[in-house]
């Protein structure tokens, strides 16, 4: 019901869609479903497995460096979204509600938020390189280019601010 409220934020809504996302699909629990019931050369699995992307762990055998990497990704997707909903403009400064511009301000967002979390953490993880971090800030785009516009949908209609 918070998200057919008349009052509800661009930023607010893109904000919680993402953590939404980022906690229900970035589970350990879905990321090894996904890995297990679904075929990578399908579109459909491709996407299922994609929507683990941001994966957060608590238990693994990895290194705390590694454990501690993938959990800072999936927490900043959600703040980074957060942060380039409120600097994008067109969710804010749409003359009206619902319009194209609050849609592709969101998608913009999470793409943009996918892209820079995976490169700000590609650089703490082992034996970081430059082009690691490179291929890492595609995979985040990737990401957000296909899951971005789940945020894009949860921005329409949002209030702008001022009128």
Same mark, same amino acid.
Not at 24 to 39: C, E, L
Not at 66 to 83: G, P, Q, R, S
Not at 101 to 113: L, R
Not at 125 to 143: H, I, K, M, V, W
């Given at each position: ?26 589970? #350990? !629990?879905?990321?090894? !479903? ?5 075929? #990578? ?25 590694? $454990? ?6 999936? $927490? ?9 909903? *409120? ?55 990737? *990401? ?5 516009? $789940?945020?894009? $949908? ?10």
């Amino acid at each position: 019901m918070a998200l057919t409220n008349r009052y509800k934020t661009a930023p607010g809504a893109g904000t919680l869609a993402a953590l939404i996302l980022v906690l229900v699909f970035g589970s #350990p !629990w879905y990321a090894d !479903w996904a890995r297990d019931n679904t075929d #990578p050369d399908t579109a459909g699995g491709w996407f299922l497995r994609l929507l683990a992307w941001p994966a957060w762990r608590f238990d693994s055998s990895d290194s705390i460096q590694e $454990i501690f990497a993938a959990d800072l990704k999936a $927490i900043l997707v959600v703040v980074l979204t957060a942060v380039f909903l *409120y600097l994008l403009p067109g969710s804010q400064l749409s003359r009206a509600r619902g319009t194209l511009s609050q849609f592709f301000a969101g998608w913009a967002a999470y793409v943009f938020a996918g892209a820079f979390a995976a490169l700000l953490t590609a650089l703490i993880r082992t034996n970081p390189s430059l082009l690691g971090a490179f291929q890492a800030a595609g995979d985040g785009a990737e *990401y957000g280019l296909f899951v971005g516009w $789940i945020i894009g $949908i949860a921005t329409l209609g949002s209030w702008r601010g001022r009128r």
